[in-house]
């Protein structure tokens, strides 16, 4: 009987640390995919903030037009007030 209740207990260790295995390797290649796509539209010159120029990290060195075009019309509005 305890030598059943043991190698139960050493199934369930072994399910568990293969399922943790399993679920750090996904999120790892998760997060390794999302930084090649990241770093794949810089490269391309995509927008990485959906077009929110104001609120993005990267907006006083983007060269993108639309950053541009933001930053011309913010210096306009600067400068007439």
């Not at 030598?3 to 290649?29: C, F, N, P, W, Y």
């Not at 104001?54 to 011309?72: E, I, K, M, N, T």
């Amino acid at each position: 009987m305890r030598e059943l209740l043991r190698e139960m207990h050493t199934r369930r260790q072994l399910v568990r640390r293969v399922l943790r295995g399993v679920s750090l390797a996904v999120l790892g290649i998760g997060g390794g995919a999302a930084a090649v796509k990241r770093r794949r539209l810089v490269r391309e010159g995509k927008c990485l903030n959906q077009g929110i120029c104001r609120d993005c990290a990267v907006f006083g060195r983007c060269g993108l037009p639309r950053a541009l075009s933001v930053r011309s019309a913010l210096g306009r509005t600067h400068h007439d007030a």
